[in-house]
């Protein structure tokens, strides 16, 4: 039995940098990392981090307009900082998302502003786009 406690400590010890940060409202109440996404969503990055809600916006977004590729979910606040996000980047939270997807951009988001789920959103010259469940707005 005493062996098992080191073993239990290891594993818990190894698990909680993956699940900190995860916050309780995309990464438990918001059930995001049960719910799936389509083939045609391709993730760079953690997809258990998505919060529900943008994982149906993004399935929505796949339906539409095809592959669509995300690049950008959970930041840990050293990637944040370097990346130039706002100190209080719903990134830090698993609360958004950036991903790429073919279309016109005007369409795309007029698309986005049409989905209750999504609060903040903004497409970067760079060719991706920003979305999350905060209050809704732009920048």
Same mark, same amino acid.
Not at 99 to 115: H, M, W
């Given at each position: 039995?005493?062996?098992?406690?080191?073993?239990?400590?290891?594993?818990?010890?190894?698990?909680?940098?993956?699940?900190?940060? /995860?916050?309780?409202?995309?990464?438990?109440?918001?059930?995001?990392?049960m719910t799936s996404s389509h083939n045609?969503?391709?993730?760079?990055?953690?997809?258990? /981090?998505?919060?529900r809600k943008l994982k149906k916006v993004?399935?929505?977004?796949?339906?539409?307009?095809?592959?669509?590729?995300?690049?950008?979910?959970?930041?840990?606040?050293?990637?944040?900082?370097?990346?130039?996000?706002?100190?209080?980047?719903?990134?830090?939270? /698993?609360?958004?998302?950036?991903?790429?997807?073919?279309?016109?951009?005007?369409?795309?988001?007029?698309?986005?502003?049409?989905?209750?789920?999504?609060?903040?959103?903004?497409?970067?010259?760079?060719?991706?786009?920003?979305?999350?469940?905060?209050?809704?707005?732009?920048?």
């Amino acid at each position: 039995m005493a062996r098992l406690r080191p073993i239990t400590l290891a594993v818990l010890i190894a698990i909680a940098p993956a699940l900190a940060g /995860c916050g309780s409202v995309a990464g438990v109440t918001g059930l995001g990392w049960m719910t799936s996404s389509h083939n045609n969503i391709r993730y760079t990055d953690t997809e258990w /981090c998505v919060p529900r809600k943008l994982k149906k916006v993004l399935n929505r977004l796949s339906d539409r307009y095809g592959r669509v590729t995300v690049t950008s979910t959970k930041r840990w606040w050293l990637e944040n900082w370097w990346k130039g996000g706002a100190g209080d980047s719903y990134h830090l939270n /698993c609360r958004a998302v950036d991903f790429s997807v073919s279309g016109n951009p005007s369409s795309v988001i007029a698309f986005l502003k049409r989905q209750k789920e999504v609060g903040g959103y903004k497409y970067y010259r760079s060719g991706h786009y920003h979305i999350d469940v905060g209050p809704r707005r732009t920048w």
